[in-house]
Nanobody, 120 residues
Framework: VQLQAFGGGLVQARGSLRLSCAASGRTSGSYDMGWFRQAPGKEREFVAVISWSGGYTYYTDLVKGRFTISRDNAKNTMYLQMNSLKPEDTAVYYC??????????????WGQGTQVTVSS
């Protein structure tokens, strides 16, 4: 499975961005998919996961109520709608395909990151 993330950029606090992750590969639609992020000097952290069917979603408490994960299997694309952005959301965002866990997700395949910068 190959993943490509895009849609990052510079936005002011309280603004919105939508990230996309295009997947390719014969079995790409059978994986749970999700987003992680890594801020400068910090470890990569889980953000959100969506099941392969789209019927299950789970978020870190840090973004719950502000971010929405979705996917369109017909287009082999996953999205992350980010609203009410805060400066602490600044990070490189990575999309991943793998399996959900009780606390987030275990990524098996990874895309390249896309930078999100939120100015105060």
């Amino acid at each position: 499975v190959q993943l490509q993330a895009f849609g990052g950029g510079l936005v002011q606090a309280r603004g919105s961005l939508r990230l996309s992750c295009a997947a390719s590969g014969r079995t790409s639609g059978s994986y749970d998919m999700g987003w992680f992020r890594q801020a400068p000097g910090k470890e990569r952290e889980f953000v959100a996961v969506i099941s392969w069917s789209g019927g299950y979603t789970y978020y870190t408490d840090l973004v719950k109520g502000r971010f929405t994960i979705s996917r369109d299997n017909a287009k082999n694309t996953m999205y992350l709608q980010m609203n009410s952005l805060k400066p602490e959301d600044t990070a490189v965002y990575y999309c991943s395909a793998g399996a959900r866990t009780s606390t987030g997700m275990r990524g098996r395949y990874w895309g390249q990151g896309t930078q999100v910068t939120v100015s105060s």
